[in-house]
């Protein structure tokens, strides 16, 4: 029993403040403490570890002030209104207000860093870890207490809200640990090995695209068109525009199309080109004979855009033509180019039409009507594509949306709406019985690029709840912030689903329109994105509250991811009702992410698993099976013009993969059992299914049979470096040092396959301090190095 009382005094004081401490006396842990303020005296907290780290801040005496005087004013307040009956109604009014101020002075204790201790601070840890006091903040679902405390906590490319941190080195580490923990089965060794060369051909393709647009070029017009080197820049460009096919530049007017020395008007022309050439060659893609040639001419020409840019997105305003053209060449290129390089096209567009004025009324006075409303559709569709950067990448908003004053296109206007509405007041207020499709499609754009600011600009990066004060330890965090929080995420919830219903449902009855299927795509991709990132900034205060307040945060998690998940299968339904694999070539990207999101489902809580879930994500990817099947572009993967788009859809086969074999291996059901049940569905499911699991299937051959350009050890090593610090890479230098000097290594090399020093490498990984939990032993490696032998010989 005493020990009991010992326990529950030692929560109780946790934490108190110094003097409450001391005096035993309750303690409202805020800082200053009510006891202290009624005392007089100053309040300070204990820091566990180290005390010193509080001297960092320095309380802002002007405010501590004006809140001694406020509670001085409620306590009159409570006594007048226990006294005079006739003034209790004047003094509840009063303490309701005076309660309001507090709470925001309160909100604002902290303002100040005290300037002495940093003058004095010569640590080589970032200044951020001593405000932090220490304390652990998760970021993402994979955050550790390791690898917040230590080293870098937030990789450049996986931000704060990536929405494809299960792809980020951490993510990577947790989803092959999954697998071998639930299992140690053929099936999963070979899932395993089969990642493995995931990973090595995608360090390579991201290589590729590291290299500078001229350089690449020139590569293309050499491998694929069989041009001569040495060229200089303008014998490139000429060389470019020769290998461009005749039969596509008829069918264009060639004004600016021999111009080298003028990049901008070159750099038009190529955009209308690239735009003809995917129109012109649709009913040719259904072809796999021609997708070689399809991919050769595409890369061709958008590389020769990037090259032009360079020379074109210097420091002179830009006009309303050349803006329109850079939109279009954005809109061909956003899925199929690595984010950061199209967001190397959209910042300077951002930049550009803020310049020229066109989010502020004030500069279209005068203007004719016909010209300032093309000039708004320009402002409108940069600021979608601004948004859709953001949801990509997780980054921040290149444009402050509170300081935009541009009216709305005129026929957006004519549906019922206005700039100065909300989102909601927008999709109360429009009428989809005025205007076009196009209309229509544009206003859904606009909708959702305001929700997805708010989003981000109001919750995600909004210092109320971001600022580092909040998680440094130094006092309580009120939970008022999360329940603040949660009641805006909730009015977030609800917006989407209204933008849904009002809409997406409304555009869904042109299915077969290819701009109502692209901005289904975005509006599904935005939604999960924005979610997710939700998602992960309730980490940050589920990891610093505990009890009653963490089960309610981990509660509203659970009821995102479920919005996420019925999102994921919305989509898939809706494209396989599209039934058109030529559309969903366009956004393979998106695709394999929303994959992801089963993927998830299965790997997290396999017993909750829904096997439909799992049949339209073997549907979905079924309908990209055909561009695998190509033997040229399964011979030649690095050399194929297509092979960013080839390791996409490469992924998506993966993540089937690992999803059909959770459930196989959860409900220990067989592979022929699985099929039955599959079969139900669609035959083409099971089929497909059936492939997945099979290792010897063409789905996966163009990534193991390469025995040349396996860059594991070179580029995902050198990536967790730039995650977990260099101490990292001395560690593996130093494995690979003895593996190499090792007999058995030595007896291992008749096999002369790069693949089989991958299994070595895959061992260095799973062997670093970010797998704490898991055991590894020789029989996997040894079973894996027969998967290797096996291969070794039949190539």
């Known amino acids: ?103 925001t002075l309160l909100s604002f204790q902290h303002v100040n860093i005290n300037s002495e201790s940093v003058r004095t ?46 792809m980020s080195p951490k993510g990577i580490c947790w989803l092959i640990q999954q697998l071998i923990v639930k299992s140690r089965e053929k099936d999963t060794e070979e899932t395993v090995y089969i990642l493995l060369k995931f990973l090595d051909a995608g360090s390579s393709s991201y290589k590729w695209e590291l290299i500078a647009p001229v350089y690449r070029l020139q590569f293309i017009l050499i491998e694929f068109f069989g041009c001569k080197v040495p060229f200089t820049r303008n014998q490139t460009l000429k060389e470019a525009i ?10 264009l007017k060639e004004e600016g199309g021999n111009s080298i020395q003028d990049s901008r008007k070159l750099f038009m022309y190529c955009v209308k080109l690239l735009g003809k050439h995917f129109t012109s060659s649709r009913h040719l893609l259904r072809n796999i004979n021609i997708f070689e040639h ?42 199929k180019d690595n984010s950061f390089i199209i967001g190397g096209v959209i910042a300077p567009l951002c930049r550009q039409v803020q310049d020229l004025g066109l989010s502020r009324w004030e500069y279209y006075l005068g203007m004719n009507e016909e010209h300032a409303n093309h000039l708004r559709e320009i402002w409108w569709d940069t600021y979608w594509w601004d948004k859709w950067y953001v949801v990509v990448t997780g980054k921040l908003p290149m444009i402050d949306s509170s300081t935009v004053t541009c009216l709305l296109p005129q026929q957006i206007m004519r549906l019922g709406v206005d700039d100065a509405m909300s989102s909601w007041q927008m999709l109360e207020r429009v009428d ?76 869904e009855k042109s299915l077969l329109d290819d701009d109502v299927f692209r901005f289904c795509i975005h509006f599904a991709y935005s939604r999960i994105s924005c979610l997710k990132a939700i998602g992960n900034l309730l980490m940050r205060f589920k990891s610093i509250f505990h009890g009653t307040s963490s089960n309610l945060i981990s509660d509203q998690i659970g009821e995102y991811d479920k919005d996420i998940l019925q999102t994921t299968v919305e989509t898939f339904t809706f494209i396989l009702r599209a039934n058109d694999n030529i559309k969903i070539k366009e956004h393979v990207r998106p695709i394999s992410e929303m994959g992801l999101n089963i993927l998830l489902e299965a790997v997290k ?35 194929h013009p297509g092979r960013i788009v080839l390791m996409e859809i490469t992924c998506i086969f993966i993540f089937v993969r690992v999803c059909c074999l959770v459930y196989r291996q959860y409900k220990k059901v067989s592979k022929e059992e699985l099929m039955a049940i599959l079969t139900d569905f669609d035959h083409t499911t099971a089929r497909f299914c059936n492939e997945t699991l099979d290792i010897r299937s063409d789905l996966f051959q163009h990534i193991i049979r390469d025995k ?42 008749y096999m002369g396959n790069v693949a089989t020093k991958d299994l070595d490498y895959l061992r260095y990984f799973l062997n670093l301090d970010i797998f704490p939990e898991l055991n590894t032993d020789d029989e996997l490696w040894d079973d894996l190095k027969e998967i290797d032998k096996y291969y070794c010989s039949s190539v």
Not at 623 to 629: K, M, Q
């Open 432 to 507: 989809f019985t005025y205007g076009s499709l196009k209309d229509h499609i544009m206003f859904g754009y606009i909708v959702l690029s305001i929700s997805i600011n708010d989003v981000f600009s109001n919750v995600l990066y909004n210092r109320k709840f971001t600022d580092y004060r909040m998680f440094s330890g130094i006092t309580a965090l009120d939970f008022k912030v999360v329940e603040e929080l949660l009641t805006r995420i909730n009015g977030i919830r609800k917006g989407f689903t209204v933008l849904k219903t009002t809409v997406v449902h409304e555009l």
């Open 294 to 335: 399809f991919f050769q001419v595409e890369e061709l020409l958008s590389t020769l855009c990037y090259t032009l840019l360079e020379n074109s997105l210097n420091f002179r305003l830009l006009d309303a033509e050349f803006l329109h053209d850079l939109l279009c060449f954005v809109k061909q290129r956003h899925w």
């Open 605 to 639: 809580a396999p017993a909750g698993i829904d096997v439909y879930h799992i049949s339209l994500f073997c549907g979905v990817a079924s309908l990209f099976d055909r561009i695998t099947c190509s033997e040229n572009g399964a011979e030649k993967q690095y050399n």
């Open 708 to 749: 040349n350009k396996s860059d594991y050890h070179r580029d995902i090593i050198h990536g967790i470096e730039k995650v977990l610090g260099r101490d990292i890479i001395t560690t593996i230098e130093s494995c690979e040092r003895e593996v190499l000097s090792s007999d058995e290594y030595r007896q291992a090399q």
């Open 1 to 103: 029993m005493g020990q009991n009382r010992c326990t529950k005094r030692k929560h109780k004081v946790i934490t108190a403040c110094k003097n409450c401490r001391n005096r035993k006396v309750k303690c409202d842990g805020s800082l200053p403490c009510f006891s202290c303020l009624q005392r007089h005296i100053t309040c300070t907290y204990m820091i566990k570890g180290d005390e010193g780290k509080l001297s960092f801040y320095k309380q802002d005496d002007h405010i501590l002030e004006q809140i001694k005087i406020l509670k001085k004013s409620i306590d009159i307040l409570e006594k007048l209104k226990l006294s005079v009956v006739t003034s209790s109604e004047y003094a509840t009014n009063a303490i309701a207000d005076i309660n309001r101020q507090l709470e």
């Open 121 to 166: 601070y010569k640590d080589n840890g970032a200044l951020e870890n001593q405000l932090l006091g220490g304390n652990y903040v998760a970021f993402d679902a994979f955050s550790t207490f390791e690898n917040v405390s230590k080293g870098k906590a937030v990789d450049v490319i996986f931000g704060l809200y990536s929405p494809i941190s299960v």
């Open 242 to 251: 020769d290998a461009i096919p005749p039969s596509l530049r008829s069918e």
